[in-house]
């Protein structure tokens, strides 16, 4: 049994012990978190001024500083989809589908770092990290003769304190939290049995995220875009029936330049302040963390009560940390974000229901 710390309170986790079968909890694992850095590209126009960072594979050094990042692996935006994919997202796709484990992954940094292009594609050739996880995580349940699997998709966005249910019939009208463990009333869920029908939610509920133009940037999300799959398994083991849930989380968070950089207006400033709240609760909760402090402040803000499985819970975590060089401001903190958020560790463990028969299964799923 894993210690009282790790266990997942959950509503989900609740569901489990209202039902017939038996809730097996397995000892946890620790699982530190994992961070990448992807830099920017310079274009023509911007300037040519890198002094003060040196980069290699596995760190990102500010020489006046004299400061070092540590990172799993780095990356340039230039780079391949499969040279990144491969290189972090991979393993932990394979991990959640084969082992039952949570997987939560994270893309942190400036508006004008391409974050929305990396995860969710461009109208060129770029599929996007989603679609590449997608994919694989298709053709290993494909490959499983062993496991039936069923796959659910939500998808929202938190802009200003509020949530917007992207795939809903009504993607306006505004949801709210449920309880203390950052779960959504009344989220939608659809269910996606081939790769075409994930990806066909995928592009319909980007299409509903709020973009908005800012300073040098014509078109960038300034909300918190959260895109998940629910995934059961179930299979016949010992004479019983072996149902196991995970959820598979991408979490685009809102750009974290200055408000100044903004533009002036009421709105843009009350959205800048949502957004200076939303990442100062953010950074809270990972100090604390990182800090082992008993209380961790996730209900300061939406976004990071709705996170809180991915810092310092349940689930493997990735933090693809984006950033622009020639800002030195912006990139140093981003930097140190990542470098608190790799000294979290989370315990990790598949959460695991018993029944008695086939039957048994069977009559939860028509319920």
């Given at each position: 049994?894993?210690?009282?710390?790790?266990?997942?309170?959950?509503?989900?986790?609740s569901?489990?012990?209202?039902?017939?079968?038996i809730?097996?909890m397995i000892r946890?694992?620790?699982?530190?978190?994992s961070?990448?850095?992807?830099?920017k590209?310079l274009s023509?126009e911007?300037?040519?001024?890198?002094e003060?960072?040196?980069?290699?594979?596995n760190?990102v050094?500010?020489s006046?500083?004299?400061?070092?990042f540590?990172?799993?692996?780095?990356?340039?935006?230039?780079?391949?989809?499969d040279?990144?994919?491969?290189?972090?997202?991979?393993?932990m796709v394979?991990?959640c589908?084969?082992?039952?484990?949570?997987?939560?992954i994270?893309?942190y940094?400036?508006s004008?770092?391409?974050?929305e292009?990396?995860?969710f594609?461009d109208?060129?050739?770029?599929?996007g990290?989603i679609v590449?996880?997608?994919?694989?995580m298709?053709n290993?349940?494909?490959?499983d003769?062993?496991?039936f699997?069923s796959?659910?998709i939500s998808?929202?966005?938190?802009?200003d304190e509020a949530i917007?249910d992207?795939?809903?019939k009504?993607?306006l009208s505004?949801l709210?939290?449920?309880?203390?463990?950052?779960k959504?009333?009344?989220?939608?869920?659809f269910?996606?049995r081939?790769?075409?029908?994930?990806?066909y939610?995928l592009?319909?509920g980007?299409?509903?995220?709020?973009?908005?133009e800012i300073v040098g940037?014509?078109?960038?999300?300034r909300g918190?875009i959260?895109?998940?799959l629910?995934?059961?398994?179930?299979?016949?083991?010992?004479g019983?029936a072996?149902e196991t849930?995970?959820?598979l989380c991408?979490a685009?968070?809102?750009?974290?330049e200055k408000v100044?950089k903004t533009?002036?207006?009421?709105?843009?400033?009350?959205?800048?302040?949502c957004l200076?709240k939303?990442?100062s609760s953010l950074g809270l909760?990972?100090?604390s963390?990182a800090?082992?402090?008993p209380?961790?402040p996730?209900?300061?803000?939406?976004?990071?009560?709705?996170?809180?499985q991915?810092?310092g819970?349940n689930?493997?975590?990735?933090v693809?940390t984006?950033i622009?060089p020639?800002?030195?401001e912006?990139?140093?903190s981003v930097l140190?974000?990542a470098?608190r958020m790799?000294s979290?560790?989370n315990t990790?463990?598949p959460i695991t229901?018993i029944?008695?028969?086939?039957?048994?299964?069977s009559?939860y799923?028509?319920?």
């Amino acid at each position: 049994r894993p210690p009282r710390s790790t266990l997942d309170r959950s509503s989900a986790a609740s569901d489990v012990y209202k039902r017939q079968g038996i809730h097996k909890m397995i000892r946890g694992s620790p699982f530190q978190i994992s961070a990448v850095a992807i830099s920017k590209s310079l274009s023509k126009e911007e300037p040519r001024n890198n002094e003060g960072w040196q980069a290699n594979k596995n760190s990102v050094l500010s020489s006046i500083h004299q400061e070092i990042f540590y990172f799993d692996n780095t990356f340039e935006d230039g780079d391949s989809e499969d040279l990144v994919y491969n290189g972090s997202l991979s393993p932990m796709v394979h991990n959640c589908i084969t082992k039952g484990t949570n997987a939560s992954i994270l893309a942190y940094g400036e508006s004008s770092c391409k974050k929305e292009e990396n995860f969710f594609g461009d109208k060129l050739d770029k599929k996007g990290l989603i679609v590449e996880s997608l994919e694989e995580m298709f053709n290993l349940i494909d490959d499983d003769l062993e496991h039936f699997y069923s796959v659910e998709i939500s998808f929202f966005e938190v802009y200003d304190e509020a949530i917007y249910d992207l795939i809903a019939k009504n993607p306006l009208s505004k949801l709210k939290l449920k309880g203390a463990e950052g779960k959504v009333a009344g989220l939608s869920k659809f269910k996606a049995r081939t790769l075409v029908e994930a990806v066909y939610f995928l592009k319909k509920g980007y299409k509903m995220v709020q973009m908005k133009e800012i300073v040098g940037i014509k078109r960038v999300s300034r909300g918190n875009i959260f895109f998940s799959l629910h995934i059961t398994s179930a299979c016949w083991s010992h004479g019983k029936a072996v149902e196991t849930t995970r959820e598979l989380c991408f979490a685009v968070l809102a750009g974290c330049e200055k408000v100044a950089k903004t533009a002036a207006g009421s709105e843009k400033l009350k959205e800048a302040t949502c957004l200076g709240k939303s990442l100062s609760s953010l950074g809270l909760v990972i100090n604390s963390l990182a800090n082992r402090r008993p209380h961790i402040p996730y209900r300061d803000s939406v976004c990071t009560n709705i996170l809180q499985q991915a810092l310092g819970k349940n689930s493997q975590t990735l933090v693809y940390t984006f950033i622009v060089p020639h800002h030195f401001e912006e990139t140093l903190s981003v930097l140190r974000y990542a470098k608190r958020m790799r000294s979290i560790t989370n315990t990790i463990y598949p959460i695991t229901t018993i029944y008695d028969s086939i039957k048994e299964l069977s009559d939860y799923y028509q319920k």
